[in-house]
């Protein structure tokens, strides 16, 4: 999976926000926030990380965080942001 292109993420603050820009800001208009832990998983899908990958980079980088509780916050973020993904 990768990020489509024309979607671009900024840190405002303490705050990130992911804007479309060109062609994409005429499917997608508004604007999502994302905390630091849904940056991190966004900047994977820059680099075209599978599924599986942001589980795996979500229990190497908060080691509380159980293989079950990766995989629905994963999915919960794909399904949040799936208008900027692409398969």
């Given amino acids: 999976m990768k990020i489509k292109k024309g979607f671009i ?6 705050e990130h926000m992911v804007v479309a820009i060109g062609q994409a800001s005429k499917e997608f208009a508004g604007m999502i926030k994302l905390n630091e832990t849904g940056a991190f998983l966004w900047n994977a899908l ?3 990380a599978t599924e599986e990958e942001l589980v795996a980079l979500l229990m190497g980088t908060y080691e509380d965080v159980t293989e079950d509780v990766a995989k629905a916050d994963v999915a ?12």
């Fill in 76 to 87: 919960e973020f794909l399904e949040t942001i799936a208008f900027a993904v692409e398969s």
């Fill in 9 to 14: 993420i900024r840190k405002l603050g303490a």
């Fill in 46 to 48: 820059v680099n075209e």
